[in-house]
Nanobody, 125 residues
Framework: QVQLVESGGGSVQSGGSLRLSCAAS????????MGWFRQAPGNEREGVSC????????YYTDSVKSRFTISRDNAKNTLYLQMNSLKPEDTAMYYC??????????????????WGQGTQVTVSS
């Protein structure tokens, strides 16, 4: 059974940092590109960042560029999202997802086969 479990969310002040983790099991992690998505109340789910199978290519939505960094550790079957200089607009439930394709998109959500349950990020001020 494939599982993606997010952790690392919490409540921080504007300007603070968090590192989200996504632990994957039940799949060959290196065969999947991975993505981070978020959803705030009243909004659609939004692509934040994604990373190719190889880890060689990454994409970010404009609002998080230069602040967030996606990475993966295939030996640990874990995906990360380092979030710095957090803003209240970043407040959302954050989800990780796995795609069987070598490449990734942060706009085409249907390519992602597996989804985690999410971890809440709240940024005050």
């Amino acid at each position: 059974q494939v599982q993606l479990v997010e952790s690392g969310g919490g409540s921080v002040q504007s300007g603070g940092s968090l590192r989200l983790s996504c632990a994957a099991s039940g799949l060959t992690f290196a065969d999947y590109s991975m993505g981070w998505f978020r959803q705030a109340p009243g909004n659609e789910r939004e692509g934040v960042s994604c990373i190719y199978r190889s880890g060689s290519t990454t994409y970010y939505t404009d609002s998080v560029k230069s602040r967030f960094t996606i990475s993966r550790d295939n030996a640990k079957n874990t995906l990360y999202l380092q979030m710095n200089s957090l803003k209240p607009e970043d407040t959302a439930m954050y989800y990780c997802a796995a795609s069987p394709y070598a490449g990734c998109s942060i706009s085409w959500l249907a390519q992602y086969t597996y989804w985690g349950q999410g971890t809440q990020v709240t940024v005050s001020s």
